[in-house]
């Protein structure tokens, strides 16, 4: 068996919310109590932000984008990056002297019902939770701070 290749430091963050700003939160199975948005590295250099999203979100969740449930145009650039330091305890996943992360933001609007299928090897449970609360329990303070975003890039319903 070939030893597993290095992640790649560049990543999507996903945050998955209604149009009521309702933000759904997974917990990850490697850390419980960890809360986060879907989240991912890029398969390879050359693979697009938006892809590596798209193939993330049905990875995690199950949802599907470009189906008519959740349309392509559902899926939104915030334009927003953050640069981070790798925690410790994933730095053993990337070459060897990688320590920063630079993390892509976009936001995929999706209606309250659609169907939520975990990766079990990811991820414990789901929740929805209102922006604010979402944002308080991400463990991740840049994925908090997308979240805090979120009112900038989506007209809520009244």
């Not at 809360?35 to 398969?43: A, E, I, L, M, R």
Request: glycine share 4%; hydrophobic share 35%.
């Amino acid at each position: 068996m070939s030893p597993r290749p290095y992640k790649i430091p560049e990543s999507v963050l996903v945050v998955i919310h209604t149009d009521d700003l309702q933000v759904l939160l997974l917990e990850r199975a490697d850390r419980p109590g960890y809360w986060q948005s879907v989240t991912g590295s890029k398969d390879r250099a050359d693979e697009p932000y938006a892809r590596t999203a798209v193939r993330e979100v049905q990875e995690e969740t199950g949802i599907v984008i470009g189906s008519p449930e959740v349309p392509d145009e559902a899926l939104r650039d915030w334009g927003l990056e953050n640069v981070y330091e790798i925690y410790p305890v994933w730095r053993h996943r990337y070459a060897p002297g990688v320590t920063h992360n630079t993390e892509h933001v976009f936001g995929l609007l999706v209606p309250r019902e659609v169907t939520v299928t975990l990766a079990p090897r990811e991820h414990l449970r789901y929740e929805w939770l209102p922006w604010r609360e979402a944002a308080d329990r991400c463990f991740s303070p840049s994925n908090a701070e997308a979240v805090l975003q979120l009112p900038r890039f989506v007209t809520p319903v009244s």
